[in-house]
């Protein structure tokens, strides 16, 4: 039978009754634990027969039991209709049958609880298609693959004038921090009043966003910045007591930019030094320092600095609303207006700078004989990467000779053809499904890896057939994962890692630490993905030093915070911190402070980081409301005792007696990260326990003890691969089936836990099926 | 806010030129729809983090009372305003207080299961429903009457990049979260930016939806659903674009100061800002409803400008023996509602375009919050404060509704534009109907 009702939703629901004496059913039974196991019981003898087990329909009743009822109507309408015959479900009972069939699989949340994984249709995301149209629109990026040494091309030139003849130095500058005094680069070899340098190579922009450049010198200082026209930094003319000249540049997150720097130091204009009567030597000096997005202005770190430029890339600045992240982890799920109104703002943004620089991004000479016809080539490529396929003529014909009969000029028809080619769903939309073609393999491991369309070299690799073989398609992740791009995807994930991919804004109580400020908070942060990269990145690239290193990045700012030795102008340098009391990442005081208070640390914080993003996780509902116990209402506390007394009651202390002893082994750091052995005048207790997935209790002596156990246990292990996983694949790792993560897992410790081959075998397995043999046939795409 | 003078001026301190001009003549506005009717408006406004119930709450009931320290800005729109409390966002399920804070304030119904993890909670994901200023954007929008370009506005202030839970309080339907805007020039762009490239893109959509059809056909059927959504939009974009251009600007074009930064210390100016905007929109009849949402649920921002240091959400965790802290979040209270105080005044002394008062007597504005109060997570006595007369309450009250369910009032905010819907959001909190004793 069925109902229908006007109600906000129009639904329609089939229930059907059998006569009571049905013999109960209890194979296949719906839930593990349901939360009405009466209302189970019930269901299951007596509607179970012609609904099925799970609700999902029986032969005499097929259709599935789910509808937009609230569960008091759904029990009344069992009251007045089921089951078909004159005798009428009990109301007691049917209570309790329409709130165990809501909740186990009728309402549209239980539905979308019980719904299996699998690939879904996805757009690309923010990051995905603002690398994807900058690569279309200018190429690709000049590929920077990983190097031991960082810095700067520098040349030194004897005179203003930077002829090859007047050279006498070539060499790398890992940073440009320069004080030369008043003898010039080296004694001798310069005249102090008047010499030149150059300095080029790529800067590495780690985020989005603005990026403020700003030149520390009294001298002529000039700084362009991604094959700009005119200068970002233009300190050409100077006058006395100016400010440090200083401009802004947006850069997408990921790529290097071209860097090219000129420094000065020389009478402007015409030279009329009269050397004999001349004045002192006035001092120079030179550090280029940039604010990046969220950070306090420092000198660029040697680590974002490469010898070799990157060309010129088209950085598009269209605002869009963020990427979904209700599954932990960003995704193109779902279209909305204010994405789709991004979308063309962005096309639109995209094909005003084709138009304006058609010579240039297409190689096409305005008054080439031929334009018209080499235009329609440019498109058709233009396509091919857009789509990430080869092009049908009915494609062609749609897409590129329709517009250009349409338009008047031949910029006029290629603008249209970008505007339609991005607005496309074969470019907005990911590959999905068919893993057999090569293409489509091409796609995964890009946007896998790179977060953009597929470069030359696999499309290459796709039209000659190789990615039909496993081994060129592990050889090509390898490739891929070799670049700094796939570092820049690793960094992002390492971060949401450790939860802070956020850039927080820390304080602390300027009374207990005047020596924690702004300058520090950023310092620490610079320190952390220092330490991110040189582990993750470093030819080893082993997960266990994450936990094992007894080393951290400092400046001479922070050293002086931590107690190390430097001096107080250091840059960042590896130094060994407190050897026999911290081990690695966890013990990290940017993830200290960042887990702690205003003015004390919090072992729950640090407790549910460890907990969920390290071990992961998850926890059941605490209580809805509660009221906590301020520090300053016993002082004669320390904070463990404290939070053991806060979370005493018992339905606290469900979760609570998981989380706290993880967060108590973190005890002997303070709200800012430094060791130490007393709280509230009383010693520290930093002892800990963890029961692991499997049931094994583990005794934690202190931080050093946890960060062994997160470097070798399993449950560490699999939450890295399975988050590291979804980072990469942007779909639920059951999607490509039950063994996936176990195999993974595997392969992870029989490499030496080599993030890299992790990254690797991530992005393989979503691209080609595990174990099936590949066929070459190229078949269907989207 | 300024205003330009003549449209050439307009262009030449936009840097547009001649060739933009019918394009920017296109500029939209409604100035002859709905001419004869009364316009309706309802603006919902969200500050994080609860309240301070004992300095936030009048201590009486009725029409005499005395505004607390943090309503006392409304001062001057005292016998405009409604109190109502004892007002309770009563559904449970997945999330923390939190996100089921906001995404069930505005929609009143369950989470959908997801994976983001709040406070200790079962994970959750986005609203499984539409929220009441999309539903009353929806119902305005189907009678030509009272149709206008966006229908609905959405506005923040500082509102993280960051597309979860906490920060998202409007849905246009199940699953569907919509983004704020809240970049004062990207808002400006969006209600004044050129129509130049729209001709264009208008004669290439025809192709667009042949493609989109081929596409669909080679995908599964599970897939289809985003598709179709997908040609949806293309249509709704040409209609935008034929509804642009068949409207005149009707209003000056507001001059925004530029070189505001989307940074914490900025709040302020931000806020004046998009408060601005707002209005401009309304004077312009761009949208009938329109959400500001401050930061987002557990909003940590600085209150800098008022001397106070320390996050909004590390303060509102303080207990209530904390007295500094409780004093300081009662200032921050008092700056939002300051801001609700600006709203009021600028709406107030904007005329209506055919001369029937202002636009504050058409207009409700609803100030609420996530929380009832920070440090206890309750989502018993959650904010809501009314101001103006668009809805025609009584207004110069303040009353305690006593525990009610608040899909209820989102009920009365419908049928107070004549949308007379019987449930909203989990059909179990509405049996009992709107609100008694509003109008």
Request: with cysteine; net charge neutral.
């Amino acid at each position: 039978m069925a109902i229908s009702t006007t109600a906000r939703s129009t639904y329609t629901l089939t229930l059907s009754f059998l006569p009571m004496a049905v013999a109960l059913t209890l194979s296949g039974g719906a839930q593990q634990s349901p939360k009405q196991p009466e209302g189970q019981k019930l269901f299951l003898s007596r509607c179970s027969h012609c609904h099925g087990a799970n609700g999902q329909g029986g032969s005499a009743d097929p259709q599935p039991l789910a509808g937009t009822l609230s569960a008091k109507e759904l029990a009344s309408f069992i009251k007045k209709s089921m089951p078909s015959g004159p005798k009428k479900c009990p109301p007691e009972d049917a209570d309790k049958i329409a709130a165990y069939i809501y909740d186990a699989f009728f309402s549209p949340l239980a539905q979308e609880r019980i719904r299996p994984a699998r690939m879904k249709l996805v757009h690309l995301t923010v990051r995905q298609f603002k690398n994807a149209v900058s690569d279309l629109v200018t190429g690709y990026h000049s590929a920077i693959p990983y190097v031991e040494t960082h810095g700067l091309h520098a040349e030194y030139f004897k005179s203003r004038s930077r002829d090859a003849k007047n050279r006498a130095i070539d060499r790398i500058d890992p940073e440009v921090r320069f004080d030369f005094g008043t003898d010039g680069p080296a004694k001798e070899q310069f005249d102090p009043r008047n010499f030149s340098i150059v300095w080029q190579g790529s800067i590495f922009a780690p985020d989005s966003g603005e990026y403020e450049f700003s030149i520390h010198s009294r001298h002529s200082v000039q700084l362009w910045i991604n094959g700009s026209r005119y200068p970002v930094v233009d300190g050409e003319v100077r006058s006395a007591g100016d400010p440090d000249p200083h401009g802004t540049v947006n850069l997408l997150g990921g790529i290097s930019y071209g860097v090219y720097m000129v420094f000065t130091k020389a009478t402007q204009g015409v030279d009329d030094t009269n050397k004999k009567n001349a004045k002192p030597v006035e001092p120079s000096f030179v550090t280029l320092n940039w604010r990046r997005p969220k950070h306090v202005l420092e000198p660029v770190p040697t680590q974002f600095l490469y010898k070799d430029y990157s060309a010129k890339s088209f950085v598009p600045s269209t605002p869009f609303p963020p990427d979904d992240r209700s599954m932990g982890y960003e995704r193109g799920d779902g279209v909305s207006k204010e994405w789709d109104d991004a979308t063309t703002a962005a096309a639109l943004e995209a094909a005003e700078y084709v138009t304006k620089n058609l010579s240039e991004v297409s190689g096409i000479p305005d008054n080439d004989p031929n334009r018209d016809k080499r235009l329609r080539d440019y498109c058709s490529d233009f396509l091919k990467r857009a789509f990430r396929h080869p092009i049908s003529d009915d494609l062609k014909a749609t897409y590129i000779d329709k517009q250009f009969r349409a338009a008047a000029t031949p910029e006029a028809a290629v603008k249209r053809v970008v505007v339609l080619a991005l607005k496309s769903p074969r470019f907005l939309f990911r590959e999905i499904g068919d893993r057999k073609d090569p293409f489509t393999v091409a796609s995964q491991l890009s946007f896998g890896l790179w977060d953009t369309i597929p470069d030359p070299e696999l499309i290459r690799a796709a039209t000659t057939g190789e990615l039909s073989n496993k081994d060129s398609v592990v050889a090509q992740a390898t490739r891929l994962a070799n670049d700094h791009r796939a570092w820049s995807k690793l960094r992002d994930f390492l971060l949401l890692w450790l939860k802070v991919d956020e850039v927080p804004d820390i304080t602390k109580n300027p009374k207990e630490f005047p020596e924690f400020s702004s300058a520090v908070a950023s310092d620490l942060r610079t320190s952390l993905e220092l330490f991110l990269e040189n582990t993750a990145w470093s030819k080893s690239s082993d997960y266990r030093d994450f936990f094992q290193s007894d080393t951290q990045f400092l400046n001479g700012r922070l050293s002086k915070i931590y107690g190390a030795s430097l001096p107080p102008d250091s840059s960042f340098q590896q130094v060994p911190l407190d050897p026999d009391r911290r081990a690695g990442v966890i013990t990290h005081p940017y993830l200290l402070s960042r887990f702690a208070y205003l003015d004390s640390s919090s072992p729950i914080h640090r407790g549910l980081l460890v907990l969920r993003n390290l071990l992961g996780r998850v926890l059941s509902p605490p209580p809805a409301s509660f009221v906590p116990l301020g520090a300053t209402a016993r002082p004669d506390l320390t904070t463990r005792e404290r939070v053991a007394l806060q979370t005493k009651p018992e339905f606290c202390n469900n979760c609570h007696s998981i989380i706290n002893p993880l967060g108590y082994t973190l005890e002997s750091f303070d709200a800012i990260g430094r060791i130490r052995d007393k709280d509230h005048g009383k010693p520290v207790d930093a002892s800990g326990t963890y029961r692991s997935k499997t049931g094994t209790l583990v005794q934690l002596a202190g931080a050093q003890d946890l960060a062994k156990y997160l470097a070798t246990s399993d449950d560490a292990h699999s939450a890295f691969i399975s988050k590291l996983f979804v980072h990469v694949a942007k779909q639920p790792p059951l999607a490509y089936g039950p063994t996936i993560l176990s195999e993974l897992q595997q392969s992870f410790a029989k490499n030496q836990y080599s993030i890299r081959r992790l990254l690797v075998d991530s992005v393989v397995a979503t691209a080609i099926p595990s174990t099936t043999a590949m066929p070459s046939t190229r078949s269907a795409k989207l | 806010m300024n205003y330009f003078k003549t449209r050439r001026e307009f262009l030449r301190d936009m840097g547009l030129c001649a060739s933009v001009l019918p394009f920017v003549a296109n500029l939209p506005s409604l100035s002859f729809s709905g001419k004869s009717l009364r316009k309706q408006r309802l603006i919902i406004l969200f500050s994080p983090d609860g309240v301070v119930p004992s300095t936030f709450w009048p201590s009486a009931v009725g029409s005499e009372f005395e505004l607390p320290p943090s309503l006392k800005p409304l001062e001057p729109f005292k016998n405009k305003t409604l109190i109502l409390r004892g007002v309770s966002d009563r559904v449970r399920g997945d999330g923390d207080n939190h996100m089921r804070g906001i995404g069930c304030l505005l929609t009143g119904i369950e989470l959908y299961p997801g994976n983001v993890q709040g406070g200790g909670d079962t994970p959750a994901g986005w609203s499984s429903g539409i929220s009441i200023d999309q539903e009353i954007k929806a119902f305005l929008q189907k009678n030509p009457n009272t149709r206008t370009r966006f229908g609905s506005l959405e506005f923040g202030v500082m509102v993280p990049d960051h597309a979860d839970t906490w920060t998202r309080m409007c849905y246009a339907g199940p699953n569907k979260p919509i983004a704020p805007i809240d970049d004062p020039y990207q808002m400006f762009g969006k209600l004044y930016g050129q129509a130049k490239d729209q001709e264009m893109l208008k004669s290439v959509l025809d192709d667009l939806r042949e493609d989109l059809a081929k596409v669909r056909s080679q995908v599964g059927v599970k897939d289809r659903k985003i598709l179709d959504e997908h040609t949806t939009l293309v249509r709704e974009m040409e209609q935008d674009i034929r509804a642009a251009r068949t409207r005149d600007v009707g209003h000056a074009i507001p001059v925004i100061s530029p070189g505001v930064k989307r940074d914490n210390d900025s709040i302020p100016k931000l806020s004046k800002l998009q408060i601005d905007l707002l209005v401009s929109s309304f004077v312009g009849d761009a949208a009938r409803v329109a959400t500001f949402q401050f930061t987002n649920s557990v909003g940590d921002a600085r209150f800098t400008w008022l001397g106070i240091p320390e996050g909004q959400h590390g303060l509102s965790h303080e207990p209530d023996s904390n007295k500094t802290a409780q004093e300081k979040l009662t200032r921050i209270n008092e700056w939002y509602c300051q801001q609700v105080a600006y709203l009021a005044k600028r709406l107030a002394e904007t005329p209506e375009a055919d001369g029937h008062g202002t636009l504050l007597d058409n207009t409700l504005i609803v100030w609420t919050n996530e929380l009832g109060q920070g440090n206890s997570h309750t989502l018993e006595d959650i904010p809501f404060v009314l101001v103006g007369n668009g809805l025609d309450f009584k207004m110069g009250r303040s009353l305690n509704m006593g525990h009610v369910p608040h899909n209820r009032l989102l009920m009365s905010l419908a049928h107070g534009f004549g949308h007379r819907i019987s449930r909203f959001g989990n059909a179990d909190f509405c049996a009992a109907g709107t609100l008694p004793n509003l109008t």
